[in-house]
């Protein structure tokens, strides 16, 4: 065992430094517009124009994938998911930035492509109602050097948001970000954890032009969290974890067609004016 360790370990420290001596290079040499991604202020700019905008214009974004249960590292297939968010972000004097976003999602039936609202639960064998309860807009926050924080959270919910350093491979940059959150429940009951992180996508040539606000961004994600209240697994060893990949910076015609046809049944007025979600929060 010490062996084993041994080898794999110094291979390990080896590959990382050689990855980070690259990654360097690569930030060192990388051509940006404003300031460069070796400084906190460059990193949040090109974090912003891939995750948000520069400017104050409504950003629209997707993630469509699928959720599985997990019990003794045993993944078992469940339902898929769309998550559409919509947010406006307003830079502040001190070179941080205020924003608003919220979001719609839908829990997809994997066999028929709609959201029925009611699924069939194979660890309880009873059939579950998704209360389809979407988070209300809200009020997030970026300092000048890229914490996140969330005003106004419940008494007692833990947030923590960290963007990971860029990494730059020719013209392609990835930034990762990893959220880890706690709401509490009521007394007697666990609290309920959602953990994720996304990575976002884009070209170095789109961040290095000063004319932009935003540029095209891909993004894919992954998280691990409690099971959901509505699934009745209370007591029950396990959670839930979701794969994921979509797009940041899109209109209305470019998302999942599936979430297009639930919204249109749940929320139709967002399909005519999608700012109209986040509009009374922003605009207060």
């Known amino acids: 065992m010490g062996m084993t360790f041994g080898r794999r370990g110094a291979l390990g420290v080896a590959a990382a430094g050689l990855f980070a001596g690259h990654a360097g290079a690569a930030l060192a040499s990388a051509k940006m517009a404003g300031p460069s991604l070796d400084t906190p202020a460059g990193r949040l700019r090109a974090y912003m124009m891939m995750h948000g905008a520069l400017d104050e214009r409504l950003v629209i974004g997707y993630l469509s994938g699928s959720y599985f249960g997990v019990v003794n590292a045993e993944m078992t297939p469940l339902w898929d998911v769309v998550g559409v968010t919509f947010s406006r972000y307003r830079r502040r004097s001190d070179g941080g930035y205020d924003g608003v976003t919220g979001e719609i999602a839908f829990f997809f039936d994997p066999a028929t492509g709609k959201a029925p609202g009611r699924f069939f639960n194979p660890y309880t064998g009873a059939w579950v109602t998704d ?10 926050t970026f300092s000048p050097t890229g914490e996140m924080q969330v005003p106004h959270l419940p008494p007692g919910a833990t947030f923590d948001h960290v963007i990971k350093a ?10 990762s970000a990893v959220t880890r959150a706690g709401i509490p429940a009521p ?47 209370a007591g ?19 998302l ?17 004016d999608p700012g109209s979600l986040i509009e009374q929060l922003w605009e207060s």
């Not at 209360?131 to 997030?140: D, E, G, T, V, Y």
């Not at 020719?170 to 930034?175: A, N, Q």
């Not at 029950?236 to 470019?254: E, Q, Y």
């Open 187 to 233: 007394a007697g009951k666990p609290a309920f954890h959602y953990n994720e992180m996304v990575t976002l996508h884009g070209r170095v040539s789109d961040l290095s032009r000063g004319d932009l606000g935003r540029i095209p961004c891909e993004v894919t994600f992954t998280n691990v969290v409690d099971w959901r209240p509505w699934m009745g697994m």
């Open 131 to 140: 209360p389809q309860s979407n988070l209300p807009p809200s009020r997030i």
């Open 236 to 254: 029950r060893p396990g959670h839930l974890t979701a794969i994921g990949s979509g797009r940041l910076g899109v209109s209305i015609s470019d």
């Open 256 to 272: 999942p067609k599936p979430w297009i046809e639930a919204t249109r049944q749940k929320f139709p007025a967002i399909l005519d």
């Open 166 to 175: 860029p990494q730059v491979r020719g013209d392609d940059i990835w930034i």
